[in-house]
């Protein structure tokens, strides 16, 4: 069983076998509250099926404090219990879903970009075009931010059609983790996608007083 775990935009998390069958999909839109509903949903998912053999943790791009609530969590419990936790774009797991529902359609999306709201009148997007050979979304451009009065001049540009996501299936990251694994493969590095510095700087130190 492959956990999955992403806190890039609501809190999710889902269980599902190597083939993709999903034994449980949890999700809590609420943008902040992170912390509080991670607990209860990872308790949930977890007792869904056999004990993990992976965990999948959606890496961004988010916000700094939701997106490290997610990734601390998928590394503690991929620690207590002695498995692999296994990085993946948050992105690829929306750009995997809209690319499985076209094949089941029978629809192509075409060029696609990935938007997320980063905040702070900005969103961050990625470009994807098809599906490659691994079952994995071609990623055309890395996770970049844009202006919002800038972004759709700048897809445009890139030929891409928006697809704008307000939440991130857990069950698709760790999906694209199976399938990663599968072709021995690696999606994503070891640090979060964040894009934008933390607000919160370490103290300087305090002034000598004579």
């Given at each position: 069983?492959?956990?999955?775990?992403?806190?890039?935009?609501?809190?999710?998390?889902?269980?599902?076998?190597?083939?993709?069958?999903?034994?449980?999909?949890?999700?809590?839109?609420?943008?902040?509250?992170?912390?509080?509903?991670?607990?209860?949903l990872l308790r949930r998912a977890g007792s869904a099926g056999p004990a993990p053999t992976h965990v999948?943790?959606?890496?961004?791009?988010?916000?700094?404090?939701?997106?490290?609530v997610g990734i601390a969590t998928a590394r503690a419990f991929a620690l207590g219990r002695g498995i692999?936790?296994?990085?993946?774009?948050?992105?690829?797991?929306?750009?995997?879903?809209?690319?499985?529902?076209?094949?089941?359609?029978?629809?192509?999306?075409?060029?696609?970009?990935?938007?997320?709201?980063?905040?702070?009148?900005?969103f961050a997007f990625t470009v994807y075009d098809g599906i490659d050979d691994d079952g994995l979304p071609?990623?055309?451009?890395?996770?970049?931010?844009?202006?919002?009065?800038?972004?759709?001049?700048?897809?445009?540009?890139?030929?891409?059609?928006?697809?704008?996501?307000?939440?991130?299936?857990?069950?698709?990251?760790?999906?694209?983790?199976?399938?990663?694994?599968?072709?021995?493969?690696?999606?994503?590095?070891?640090?979060?996608?964040?894009?934008?510095?933390?607000?919160?700087?370490?103290?300087?130190?305090?002034?000598?007083?004579?």
């Amino acid at each position: 069983m492959i956990l999955g775990i992403d806190t890039s935009l609501g809190t999710a998390v889902a269980a599902i076998t190597p083939d993709g069958e999903v034994l449980a999909d949890e999700q809590s839109l609420n943008p902040l509250g992170h912390a509080e509903v991670i607990g209860d949903l990872l308790r949930r998912a977890g007792s869904a099926g056999p004990a993990p053999t992976h965990v999948a943790v959606g890496m961004g791009p988010g916000p700094f404090t939701g997106l490290r609530v997610g990734i601390a969590t998928a590394r503690a419990f991929a620690l207590g219990r002695g498995i692999p936790a296994v990085p993946v774009p948050s992105h690829d797991g929306v750009a995997l879903e809209l690319l499985l529902h076209g094949s089941l359609t029978d629809t192509d999306p075409g060029r696609f970009a990935v938007v997320t709201d980063a905040r702070r009148k900005e969103f961050a997007f990625t470009v994807y075009d098809g599906i490659d050979d691994d079952g994995l979304p071609v990623r055309v451009t890395d996770a970049a931010l844009a202006p919002r009065d800038a972004l759709d001049d700048r897809l445009a540009e890139l030929g891409a059609v928006r697809r704008d996501a307000a939440a991130v299936s857990a069950a698709m990251i760790a999906l694209a983790a199976a399938r990663a694994l599968d072709a021995g493969r690696t999606l994503a590095g070891p640090e979060p996608l964040y894009l934008r510095s933390p607000d919160v700087v370490a103290a300087h130190a305090p002034k000598r007083v004579s």
